[in-house]
């Protein structure tokens, strides 16, 4: 059995990551260890980045007496520290187990990353991962940077007043943005980020933290885009891509419906210039009321953000200020009875995603609201901060894994659409 085992990689405090001889890799689920197999690992996509976990300890097998350890010093290098190794995975791949460690005293929160077990095998790096998504949308070896910049430059000459331009180029040339990329080379999605405030203080927000031990990973938009700079942006898009998208709620941005009068303008805008074209929403869909008017103005599809489907989960990560979690069921039937396609945005994270409670709540959750699609998305968070959060929420009891997870959710619901990003029209599937 242990022939199957893919070997243990760690790192020293130089970040330079190296095998581990005579042991192997071990993932976790929940409080559990489980040893990386090459029957439940992958080699690792492009794109995949690696991370070393400071203040933390890894937690390994030991082939030679078959024991978990935790390794805090090289056995074959007396006095240097080792720590533990993690995939912040390429989009498309949900993680089915995080990496086995344990922090150390008074460890500060991780950043803003998904973090999944690696080991190794023949000289490659295995991770423990599902595709769910081949689309290649973010795939970054089709956004030359020479051509991204000409994109930027040709934008930049045919609206040289749109403040919203002057932000996606910042996003695309300072951040890396795939979406903001996209846009300037004429692919797949554009980003319309809009909203400076939001009504939510998620633990993970990667554009505002007021935890001094954290760091939000980009800005957020300073300003609101009026009406037809947005429109600008999303009719210069969908005149120029195939099956185009153009979407309002981004993580540059707090949460679009708190602007829902300006995107009602500039939606109405859009759809006098053009009927071509896919117009989505991401949001935490808290307004219903204004929802409703922007689906009336134009818009075709709805992902909402959802860590949870029970409340005191969703409440526990969201900490929603000024809407309820009934707020947001309203507005996820108000899409399906307007007969627009919903999908939810999924954040999951092995060891809370997996357990019986959650799968189980999430089918019936379907069952009385039939959306179309859901959109599997590696919670960008400390893995263990957030099991620790949600254990002490509500009980959780056996782990089935995210690979039967997702099967036990597709044998429900056999139509539903598993993916990673938002479909354009052609491609709605409806039930």
């Known amino acids: 059995m242990t022939d ?16 581990l001889k005579g042991y192997s890799a071990l993932g976790m689920v929940g409080r559990s260890f489980v040893p990386l197999t090459n029957n439940e690992t992958y080699n690792v996509p492009f794109g995949t980045e690696f991370m070393f976990l400071p203040e933390r300890v890894p937690i390994l097998f030991n082939r030679k007496n078959e024991k978990i350890e935790a390794i805090s010093e090289n056995p074959y290098k007396k006095g240097e520290k080792v720590y533990p190794v993690a995939t912040f995975n390429s989009p498309g791949y949900v993680i089915t187990h995080i990496p086995a ?8 929160p991780l950043p803003l990353f998904s973090y999944g077990a690696v080991g190794l095998h023949k000289d490659k790096f295995r991770s423990a991962i599902i595709l769910v998504d081949k689309e290649r949308r973010q795939d970054l070896r089709l956004m030359k940077i020479d051509r991204v910049i000409a994109g930027v430059k040709k934008t ?9 331009v002057v932000h ?30 939001c009504n939510a203080k998620c633990l993970g927000c990667i554009s505002l933290q007021e935890k001094k031990d954290l760091s939000n990973c980009q800005e957020r938009i300073a300003f609101t885009p009026s009406p037809e700079e947005i429109a600008e942006v999303a009719v210069l898009h969908i005149k120029n891509v195939q ?33 071509e074209g896919t117009i989505n929403i991401n949001t935490n869909a808290s307004r219903p009321n204004a929802l409703k008017k922007l689906f009336d103005a134009g818009i075709d599809s709805i992902r909402v953000s959802l860590n949870s489907v029970r409340e005191e989960c969703y409440n526990a990560y969201f900490r929603p200020a000024r809407y309820n979690f009934s707020d947001v069921i309203e507005s996820i039937d108000i899409g399906i009875s307007n007969g627009k396609f919903v999908s939810i945005n999924y954040l999951n994270l092995p060891g809370f995603t997996d357990t019986i409670e959650e799968v189980s709540s999430l089918i019936s959750f379907i069952k009385a609201h039939p959306i179309n699609m859901i959109q599997w998305r590696n919670l960008n968070f400390d893995p263990l901060y957030y099991l620790k959060t949600m254990y002490e929420v509500t009980p959780h009891t056996k782990n089935i894994g995210m690979k039967m997870a997702l099967i036990e959710i597709k044998k429900a619901f056999p139509k539903i659409k598993f993916g990673y990003f938002n479909p354009p029209k052609e491609k709605f599937r409806y039930k």
């Open 168 to 197: 996606l180029e910042k996003c695309a040339l300072t951040y890396g943005c795939p979406a903001a990329k996209n846009f300037f080379i004429g692919r797949y999605e554009a980003p319309l980020p809009t909203s400076q405030a």
């Open 4 to 19: 199957n085992f893919i070997s243990a990689v760690v790192a020293n405090k130089k970040g330079e990551i190296f095998e």
């Open 101 to 108: 460690y344990e922090g150390t005293d008074n460890c500060k």
């Open 156 to 164: 930049r000459n045919l609206f040289p007043k749109n403040r919203l």
């Open 243 to 275: 099956n185009p998208v153009v979407s309002f709620g981004q993580g540059c941005e707090g949460d679009p419906l708190l602007s829902s009068d300006v995107i009602e303008e500039a939606v109405k805008t859009i759809r006098a210039k053009t009927c």
